[in-house]
């Protein structure tokens, strides 16, 4: 057996065990009777221990040793070369963290967690800042198994956004936020876009089938891949001809459950995507969060609330929810998917206010790791600062800093940055598809999305994780990730839906 052999051999009953694993928390969040809880966290906790064993096994570490002298002359972008390095990262990632450590992380997350479950609903900061301040300290010393950063943050980042450094992304950010916040007021001055025909009931099943209807347009893959109910949906790969999508049905929120399940199949198109040579290694995955979140973007909002979209679609709708819809127009309805509202949760806002909500808890992150920023004065920080964004008052921690899981189940830092990368990186590789394919908005006008599948599945996904996410955007879009594409799509979609002014674009950049 060769090393390369050997190497991929111990990777595989890795991944086996992670996708066990993975298989049972989607079991847990779908169908599992509730008796079932504790016996399987401790289930899902015995496969990550037996995965994270044999991966750190020393005999891997000098398998890589090995390899990287024979893989040196490849070019980077072979599958073996590129399984290695990747690889190596991983490896390094794993083993530089005590398993002391890890075990003071996740014990204090489960006991942070339940604390946090009872604190927000009864909005009580106080209660969580002994254990934020635990927090802040355990992510800190994560982040020192990896000295020789320029921010104490960039090894947080690098766990879910590989490559990518507080500076770089402060300055991304700060740029992409003072030209929001005048389109954000100017939108936020007019009068509200009336979404009435978005709150009726609808039937559940109905809304399922709709969704699933779309999706297979998509080129979601139902012979690799099924959809069912969850409460907090999300998408899990067992392997590249196993790759599901869950979703949530309201039946009052009359087509949210439709927007979720197109945002989940863009996750999962990507995996689909992935080139089937990859499978069982960590090469078939997403390079990093912002980039696969820039799929589920793609597929949810420039594609579903395009108006070529509904073009096609709607009629279909119509068909199906006679009562709901049968006596609105296509304009009306346009216009009240794409209502912008300046509201306190960043989960479902829309997508002009959404990039808000992200920036400040990646800044408000980066002051508390950079010290900064005390705990105890975080929900006072949040709320100016989200007024100060916004223009409208906080009225209470539950829907202030308690409001999103992250910090208080994980670490602080690079929890967030990947939302707003994503949207960053959705319009740019959007522009370099309809740029390279201009047919791309008639197809979609009339339900077609095979040229985009067909170019996105090219450019991004079939590499999977064998480049960087700034890699995978320079080589299919030809340049660096800039926001340019990004504010671009918003004008343009914008603009007419609320009568904005050159003058409404210009007032505070
Ligand atoms: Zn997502």
């Known amino acids: 057996m060769t090393a390369l052999d050997e190497l991929k051999a111990r990777l595989l009953e890795v991944d086996d065990l992670k996708s066990a694993a993975s298989l049972l928390r989607w ?17 899902t906790s015995t496969l990550g221990r037996l995965a994270h064993e044999k991966f750190t096994d020393i005999a891997i570490g000098r398998l890589l040793d090995q ?63 002994p254990l934020l301040e635990k927090t802040l300290e355990l992510s800190r010393q994560r982040a020192n198994c990896f000295p020789g950063y320029a921010s104490i943050a960039d090894p947080l980042i690098d766990v879910s956004d590989f490559g990518m450094k507080a500076e770089a992304m402060r300055s991304l950010f700060s740029t992409l936020r003072t030209r929001l916040l005048p389109i954000v007021r100017a939108i936020t001055s007019r009068s509200p876009i009336d979404n009435a025909c978005l709150r009726q009931h609808a039937p559940l099943a109905d809304q399922l089938a709709f969704g699933q ?18 409460h907090h949906p999300f998408m899990t790969k067992f392997s590249l001809g196993d790759v599901r999508i869950t979703t949530r049905v309201r039946e009052n929120a009359f087509l949210d459950a439709l927007f979720i399940t197109l945002h989940e199949c863009g996750h999962a198109l990507y995996a689909q995507g992935i080139r089937k040579e ?80 992200v920036m400040l808890r990646f800044d ?15 929900a006072r920080t949040w709320r100016e600062r989200f007024e100060a964004d916004f223009g409208i008052a906080v009225p209470d921690d539950r829907d202030g800093v308690l409001q999103d899981v992250h910090w208080y189940d994980g670490p602080i830092g690079g929890a967030f940055q990947g939302y707003t990368l994503g949207n960053i990186m959705s319009a740019q ?16 006008a009339r339900g077609e999305f095979g ?40 004008w343009n979609k914008f603009q007419p839906l609320y009568g904005l002014t050159e003058r409404d674009r210009m007032t505070l950049a």
């Open 451 to 490: 040229t985009l599948h067909h170019w996105l599945r090219g450019n991004v996904y079939q590499h999977g994780k064998k480049f960087t996410a700034s890699e995978v955007i320079r080589h299919a879009t030809g340049n660096d990730m800039s926001v340019e594409p990004y504010l671009d799509y918003l």
């Open 213 to 230: 209807q779309v999706i297979e347009a998509f080129g979601y893959d139902s012979a690799r891949g099924r959809l069912d109910l969850t």
């Open 67 to 129: 390899l990287e002298r024979e893989t040196a002359s490849m070019p980077h972008d072979s599958d073996d070369a590129s399984l290695v390095r990747v690889t190596r990262h991983h490896y390094e990632q794993a083993v530089r963290i005590p398993a002391s450590l890890v075990s003071a992380c996740d014990e204090h997350a489960a006991k942070s967690y339940q604390a946090w479950t009872l604190a927000r609903p009864a909005n009580d900061f106080a209660t969580m800042v």
């Open 278 to 357: 990859l499978d069982g290694t960590p090469l078939a995955d997403v390079p990093s969060a912002g980039i696969d979140e820039s799929q589920s973007r793609l597929w949810e909002n420039l594609v579903g609330r395009s108006r070529g979209f509904w073009e096609h679609f709607f009629p279909k709708l119509q068909h199906a929810f006679r009562k709901q819809l049968g006596n609105v127009s296509l304009d009306t309805f346009y216009r009240a998917i794409n209502r912008v509202e300046c509201g306190l949760i960043r989960g479902g806002a829309d997508e002009v206010t959404y990039n808000l909500h």
């Open 364 to 378: 408000l992150e980066l002051d508390l790791l950079e010290g900064r920023l005390a705990v105890k004065d975080l």
């Open 429 to 444: 590789f959007f522009a370099a598809a309809t740029a390279a394919q201009p047919e791309i908005p008639t197809q979609i």
């Open 27 to 43: 079991d847990q969040a779908t169908y599992m009777p509730p008796g079932g809880a504790v016996a399987r966290g401790r289930q």
